[in-house]
């Protein structure tokens, strides 16, 4: 019965896992249908995050499942509990990259970006995208060092979320409110994916260790 259980727990850290590589994904395609004005592939995101909310579904069942059945106590507990909280965050991920993609659809056919800031957000995206794969990794292996080390990867991501609000109040600037709107919502976009996969690094931390990093 215990091997059974732990086979149970294995499957759903790969439900979990498998969620980490879906937003990832989902991310990539839309900063690319952002940087490209692909309205296309922004509607393959917006399509597929259905896809994101039905994994989630699935994890919150298979988990409630193992509260009702299982009973888990002390380091089980905490892995059941730390993934409904963790589907949660990364369908919130998934809802960040549905945000961008329906921006460039909403812009189509001009292009979101002004061509200045434009290489600030190819590099938040390679970011997050990095952040997700990082994320997928750690659930899997839960190795906590690694965890702790997306915190590094978020620093880069507020890094570059900051120096868009010097860009934008410079006097330089030239391309409007509307445009200024747009580059704010989408880094707060990009800078909220990362907060959430550092989210999930630490509740792997937490299952590992029984103890919440410091935020």
Do not use: C
């Not at 909280?85 to 809802?95: I, K, S, V, W």
């Not at 200024?180 to 690094?201: K, M, N, P, W």
């Amino acid at each position: 019965m215990r091997e059974v259980y732990q086979e149970q727990l294995g499957e759903l850290a790969e439900e979990l896992a498998s969620m980490s590589a879906m937003v990832g994904t989902a991310m990539e395609r839309a900063t690319k249908a952002l940087l490209e004005a692909d309205l296309e592939l922004a509607e393959r995101v917006i399509e597929d995050d259905t896809q994101v909310d039905e994994a989630r579904a699935r994890a919150e069942e298979h988990a409630f499942g193992l509260l009702a059945l299982q009973a888990p106590v002390a380091g089980d507990l905490r892995t059941v509990i730390s993934t409904i909280h963790t589907a949660e965050d990364l369908e919130r991920m998934g809802d960040l990259a549905l945000h961008v993609a329906k921006t460039a659809r909403r812009r189509h056919p001009n292009a979101v970006l002004p061509p200045d800031v434009q290489p600030y957000f190819a590099e938040m995206g390679r970011i997050a995208v990095k952040l997700a794969g990082r994320a997928r990794d750690v659930i899997q292996t839960q190795d906590v060092e690694a965890a702790r080390g997306l915190e590094e990867d978020d620093d880069e991501m507020d890094d570059l979320h900051r120096h868009l609000f010097t860009v934008m109040m410079s006097p330089e600037w030239e391309h409007g409110v509307a445009a200024a709107v747009d580059v704010t919502l989408l880094g707060r976009f990009y800078e909220r994916f990362a907060d959430h996969a550092v989210s999930v690094a630490r509740r792997v931390v937490f299952i590992v260790t029984g103890k919440m990093p410091n935020a």
